[in-house]
């Protein structure tokens, strides 16, 4: 009886895991920017601040195009890009990354529960710092939450971030490097691209699925 009971409960388990498992696949977009014009912005995503545009990369993971962003701002600018129709609050996205240029800053990453530009969360890899970050933006102030030293190898890399309530957790190349609670933002908002000052970088396959 007892055995019967917990075969049961596994099977109960499982099917609750598979049904979660379908809604988030059935709640999946992804963008590799591959079907937009060359040279122009990318369809359904809002250049709110930096020269965001779909180009050509031999390299792209998915080929043949990605979005990259080509401002050569300075000091504290953070260069921003929202997704129209994204509306997410406990999330996972990715995105992978190549940081191109940039003297004062490099590398990019994640915006998500994006209220606008000075409302959001942001996580970054900078490759010139070789670390891994974690932000939010409040009112337009940056805070950091946590820091991870990378050193970094190759070109593209994967960029993920997974949150549940007020639980944060930061990938990289498929290892988690940060893991933080914060609360500042406990609605739903857009997710994003970003990159700050002058760093100038290409993205491709950003994925985003609520879980």
């Not at 070789?130 to 009112?139: A, D, G, I, S, T």
């Not at 739903?188 to 760093?199: C, F, H, N, R």
């Amino acid at each position: 009886m007892g055995n019967d009971l917990l075969r049961r409960i596994v099977l109960l388990i499982g099917l609750v895991l598979l049904a979660t498992e379908v809604v988030a696949q059935e709640g999946k977009k992804s963008w590799n920017f591959d079907t937009d014009k060359e040279g122009a912005p990318a369809q359904g995503l809002i250049n709110e601040v930096g020269d965001w545009k779909v180009v050509p990369d031999p390299t792209a993971p998915s080929k043949p195009n990605v979005l990259a962003q080509l401002a050569k701002n300075s000091g504290s600018t953070f260069n921003l890009t929202l997704i129209t129709g994204t509306n997410y609050k406990d999330v996972d996205v990715s995105v992978k990354m190549k940081a191109i240029a940039g003297n004062e800053d490099q590398g990019g990453g994640l915006v998500w529960r994006a209220k606008d530009t000075r409302n959001n969360y942001m996580a970054r890899y900078n490759p010139l710092e070789n670390n891994y970050r974690v932000y939010k933006v409040e009112k337009g102030r940056r805070l950091t939450l946590q820091s991870a030293d990378i050193k970094q190898s190759g070109d593209w890399h994967t960029l993920r971030v997974a949150m549940m309530g007020d639980h944060i957790q930061c990938y990289y190349d498929g290892k988690r490097y940060l893991d933080v609670k914060d609360s500042a933002f406990s609605d739903e908002g857009k997710i994003g691209l970003w990159t700050k000052a002058d760093a100038q970088t290409h993205f491709d396959d950003l994925t985003v699925s609520a879980i």
